[in-house]
């Protein structure tokens, strides 16, 4: 079984700044795509940033240039700082990692952490 566990979350005054991260644990041989998703009061999931497991990252246009993605494969952890936060980025933050493990590979998905900006 794999768990994926969010931290970092919180509540932020309009321009500044949150590290949320997310890491992995259980019987994992390896991890492949990690992303950061988020769904905002009455909106859908939307797609944030992801990052391969070479280091290649895309990013949402909504918060390009705002938000970094990064990964250390040695700790199975995967962060997303961002900087410059504005009222509309306010959303439960998820993050995603497809997992290699003993079992199969498979999407899993974190419980969720709460981002609020104050304007």
């Known amino acids: 079984q794999v768990q994926l566990a969010e931290s970092g979350g919180g509540l932020v005054q309009a321009g500044g700044s949150l590290r949320l991260s997310c890491g992995a644990s259980?019987?994992?041989?390896?991890?492949?795509?990690m992303a950061w998703y988020r769904q905002g009061p009455g909106k859908q999931r939307e797609f944030v940033a992801d990052i391969s497991s070479g280091g290649s990252t895309n990013y949402a246009d909504s918060v390009k240039g705002r938000f970094t993605i990064s990964r250390d494969n040695a700790k199975r952890t995967m962060y997303l700082q961002m900087n410059s936060l504005q009222p509309e980025d306010t959303a439960v933050y998820y993050c995603?990692?497809?997992?290699?493990?003993?079992?199969?590979?498979?999407?899993?998905w974190g419980q969720g952490t709460q981002v609020t900006v104050s304007s």
């Open positions: 259980g019987r994992i041989l390896s991890i492949n795509r």
């Open positions: 995603n990692m497809y997992v290699r493990g003993f079992a199969g590979s498979s999407d899993y």
